[in-house]
């Protein structure tokens, strides 16, 4: 047993060595002008999921990537929209609602949140689907701002996202 583990222990220090040169690869990879609550990793996440920012025309396709938008059942004059598509990037998904659950404790003032704020409040009435509900709609603007600033057609400033 102690032969097995003096042989794995080089291993496991080499692992740990690479993990942290990985790590601060990472970090030295993410833009430094980032709205607080964005962290580097997150935004390394963001970043390489989306890949090229600008072959979005619109901010509809953004939503549409990340799978954040409604389904919608239309015919002649009924109209249902149902909950989100989900046809989108997990990995993304997931960052961008985890970003958006970060952002209302850093950017209380971020126009989605100021909105969203009476149901995302912690002493609220709202059940915990609403406070899901009122996230994955934080988390859609959030994705549309992000690419508008990533296109340069805001500045985060002009969403009201704080450095």
Not at 71 to 84: A, D, I, K, P
Not at 106 to 111: E, M, V
Request: charged share 20%; net charge positive.
């Amino acid at each position: 047993m102690k032969e097995l583990l003096a042989n794995s222990q080089p291993i496991l220090v080499a692992l740990q060595q690479k993990i942290a040169a990985l790590t601060v690869q990472l970090q030295s990879a993410a833009s430094p002008e980032q709205p607080r609550g964005l962290g580097k990793m997150t935004s390394v996440v963001i970043d390489r999921e989306i890949g090229d920012w600008k072959r979005f025309n619109n901010r509809r396709q953004i939503a549409s990537y990340t799978g954040l938008c409604p389904g919608e059942y239309s015919s002649g004059n009924t109209r249902l929209q149902s909950c989100v598509t989900k046809h989108g990037n997990p990995r993304l998904r997931a960052a961008l609602v985890e970003l958006a659950w970060r952002l209302v404790r850093f950017q209380p003032n971020y126009h989605p949140i100021v909105k969203w704020r009476a149901t995302l409040a912690k002493g609220a009435l709202a059940t915990g689907a609403a406070r899901k509900k009122a996230i994955v709609a934080v988390a859609r603007q959030l994705a549309v701002d992000l690419w508008r600033i990533k296109t340069g057609r805001l500045r985060a400033e002009e969403l009201g996202l704080i450095n």
